[in-house]
């Protein structure tokens, strides 16, 4: 008999059919009704056992955590909170589970041992809702730019070049590290090196796709990225996954209407397609926000907060605006910013982010037109020679979720760019050569794929949202 997945068997309405499932044991009552979770929805499935029908032996081994596979009728509850259960006539332990030392025991436990048991974490609701949601916005974005006309480019995760920007790198070497070779001036000879050269962890797919722009049009990569930033925050990951879409002919206005255009649509996509596992989280926040002080409750339920970005438009604010507005605040003028903004130019922090998107504007904003002096060497230079191109896209709860930019597209604005910041032309020819040859107008924007899985499952760390986070001091698993 061919086994039937849990989600399938609980939208069924067909009663009376012999059935078999396998999965977890949730808990076992009574010695009468095992829930019984397949992963494959959020949901248990009942199985009701005659507890004289076995022996004593086997029921003993029904424990949280067990895998057993399970045979029976499928019926008509009888009990409250389910419209069908099993009618059980078989049972089969697959893999028993000692209760006495199984860490996943059928009560509340904290993210943070959670996170210490990050390979069976997944067996808890809250981490496979999570999960299950990941996985549908990960499909929903695929989707999303294949159904209008991108093509997904593999960019590579190791990269020749230090020049991408983004942040800190870590180094992929073969060399021996206990006695690499040195040159005359004592710095490490990378030409003994696996690649000839100094290779690292790519930053970002983006130089690459912007040639795979100037040749399919419209284009997107979806893999992981890594920083080797010592932050310790909510927010940051030394490994995680980026989108970055880069098309041809789009200036910076196409860019902002494509990034709140793809966001709403993949928003759109879960809110349609993960409907009780968005319900569990907004009940899982909702228990969570009574246990603190009334000022930091959320404001708007988790589905309430979706549906308002899905239906509304985001903000579009320059950045000589934002630092008005930043200036002329109450927590800019009390001090009670950990960075005060005293003038144009300075770089913004998360917290004046936050503060323009929660308590100024209310509402995602894209802040565009950055100093060029706090942006990267390949953002189009304005006509007033300060301001580039640039684009970020800040949500609530998260700050900035989206960078991108309209790229210099000309020659001679870019060689002169990336002298200034000290970027060698060698290393970067091939990325100054599409500026040579056919250059055309093009932009592009980076989003952190866990950042996004954050804000559309309320987790306030991004080590919840990722199956196995590497972090400063933790690749455990
Ligand atoms: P931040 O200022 O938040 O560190 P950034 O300016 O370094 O971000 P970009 O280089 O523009 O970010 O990268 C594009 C996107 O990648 C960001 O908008 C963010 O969503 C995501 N991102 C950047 N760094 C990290 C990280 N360490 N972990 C997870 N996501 C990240
Ligand atoms: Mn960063």
Redesign the pocket.
């Known amino acids: 008999m061919k086994r039937s997945s849990i989600a399938e068997l609980l939208k069924s309405d067909k009663f009376l059919n012999e059935v078999k499932v396998k999965g977890w044991v949730r808990t076992f009552r009574s010695n009468r009704f095992i829930a019984l979770n397949d992963g494959s929805t959020l949901n248990n499935i009942q199985c009701v056992v005659d507890f004289e029908t076995f022996e004593e032996s086997l029921l003993k081994r029904i424990t949280t955590g067990a895998a057993i596979a399970v045979k029976g009728t499928l019926i008509e509850s009888q009990g409250k909170g389910q419209t069908v259960e099993i009618q059980v006539s078989e049972i089969k332990i697959l893999g028993d589970s000692d209760p006495e030392i199984y860490p996943i025991q059928p009560k509340h436990h904290s993210l943070e041992f959670l996170r210490e048991n990050a390979h069976l974490r997944i067996r808890t609701n809250t981490f496979a809702s999570v999960m299950r949601v990941r996985s549908t916005l990960s499909y929903a974005i695929h989707k999303y730019f294949t159904d209008n006309g991108f093509y997904n480019v593999h960019t590579p995760i190791i990269t020749g070049s230090d020049a991408e920007g ?2 800190e790198m870590f180094t992929v070497t073969t060399l021996d590290l206990n006695n690499p070779k040195r040159n005359e001036s004592g710095q490490i000879d990378f030409s003994e090196d696996f690649f000839g050269k100094n290779t690292n962890l790519t930053v ?1 797919g983006q130089l690459e796709a912007e040639t795979f722009a100037m040749a399919l049009s419209k284009v997107y990569t979806f893999g992981p990225t890594f ?1 080797a ?1 010592n932050s310790n925050t909510s ?4 490994e ?1 996954w ?1 989108i970055e879409p880069e098309v041809a002919f789009n200036d910076l206005m196409d860019n902002m209407d494509l990034a709140e255009d793809f966001i709403k649509y993949v928003i759109k996509y879960v809110l349609i397609n993960c409907a009780d596992d968005l319900a569990f989280l907004e009940q899982r926040l909702i228990q969570e926000d009574k246990s603190k002080p009334q000022n930091q409750r959320a404001e708007m339920a988790l589905l309430e907060k979706l549906k308002f970005v899905v239906n509304n438009n985001f903000k579009r604010v320059s950045y000589t605006e934002a630092i008005e507005i930043l200036i002329d605040s109450t927590p800019n003028k009390k001090k009670k910013f950990q960075y005060i903004i005293k003038e144009w130019g300075s770089d913004l922090q ?1 917290e004046h982010e936050r503060f323009l998107v929660e308590q100024h504007f209310k509402c995602p904003v894209i802040l565009f037109d950055y100093p060029a002096t706090i942006k990267a060497f390949y953002m189009r230079l304005n006509e007033d020679g300060k301001t580039v191109r640039a684009m ?1 896209v800040l949500f609530p709860g998260i ?5 991108g930019s309209q790229r210099e597209e000309r020659y001679d604005v870019l060689k002169a760019k990336m002298e200034a910041n000290h970027i060698d032309e060698k290393e970067l020819w091939w990325y100054l050569d599409t500026r040579k040859f056919g250059t055309a107008v093009h932009s592009g924007f ?3 794929f ?2 996004l899985v954050q804000f559309v499952t309320g987790m306030g760390n ?1 080590r919840d949202v990722i199956p196995f986070p590497r972090t400063p001091q933790n690749a455990e698993f």
């Not at 927010?235 to 030394?238: E, I, M, P, S």
């Not at 700050?399 to 960078?403: A, Q, Y």
């Open positions: 983004a942040g970002s920083r930033e927010r940051h990951l030394a995680f980026m998360s970020d700050g900035e979720i989206v960078g980076g989003l952190g866990e950042r991004i």
